[in-house]
């Protein structure tokens, strides 16, 4: 069955300190892979997607992301947390050969301590 | 700027009640989904369709219907809203040939007492 695992429900980090959110997949071909951010009160936006070619994408907001297929895994990763990257942070997979499947994973909520 | 538009943002109901809730996008996209986010369990889709009059169930459309007579508007039907229904309610869009990004609305969090 497919599945999202965000392992880490809550996150604190120190501003200026380096992030990584972790995601792992089950999934039976290799999908679409996608992070959002939902700021509080907010629906959520699009940060990044893979869906082919280089394994490491860049996002908006200085996020990155790398595919590694070997770990089923697509972890978010910024090098300097600034105080407004506090949010929740989603992990999805779409389904390549239907447009309108995906699964989230549970969310991971940052928070960033001055 | 492209948009999906929620009306209610905030809705108390009591149980029994039946209870809409309305999603207008302007990207005209094909695809128009409702989810629900809880916390723990991520978002879960409720129904989504892919054309005017279309729609198919999600993982969790008990308790639940769906209307789309316009391309622009997707809305979700609690026919007898019950507490356990309680709960924020995401409406997205996607156009059905970007493989994949959706863009959602800012919600709506609804009580139902």
């Known amino acids: 069955a497919q599945s999202v695992t965000q392992p880490d429900i809550h996150i604190t980090v120190s501003e200026g300190a380096s992030l990584e959110l972790r995601c792992n997949y089950s999934?039976?071909?290799?999908?679409?892979l996608f992070w959002y951010v939902q700021s509080p009160g907010q629906g959520l936006q699009l940060l990044l997607k893979?869906?082919?070619?280089?394994?490491l994408v860049q996002g908006i907001k200085g996020f990155e992301a790398e595919f590694k297929r070997s770990q089923s895994s697509f972890n978010l990763r910024k090098p300097s947390v600034h105080w407004s990257d506090a949010a929740e942070y989603f992990c999805a997979v779409g389904a390549r050969n239907n447009f309108n499947k995906f699964y989230f994973g549970s969310g991971t909520k940052l928070n960033v301590k001055p | 700027d492209v948009k999906v538009t929620q009306s209610s943002r905030y809705l108390v109901k009591r149980t029994g009640e039946k209870v809409f809730l309305e999603c207008v996008q302007d990207m005209d996209h094909e695809n128009m989904f409702w989810y629900r986010q809880d916390p723990g369990l991520g978002l879960r889709l409720i129904y989504f369709s892919y054309d005017v009059k279309m729609k198919e169930k999600g993982d969790i459309p008990e308790g639940y219907s769906v209307s789309r007579e316009k391309k622009e508007r997707f809305s979700l039907i609690l026919e007898s809203a019950s507490t356990n229904q309680t709960s924020m309610y995401l409406c997205a869009s996607s156009d059905r040939g970007s493989a994949g990004e959706l863009f959602f609305g800012e919600g709506s969090r609804l009580t139902v007492l």
């Open positions: 999934y039976g071909a290799t999908p679409y």
């Open positions: 893979y869906f082919s070619g280089d394994t």
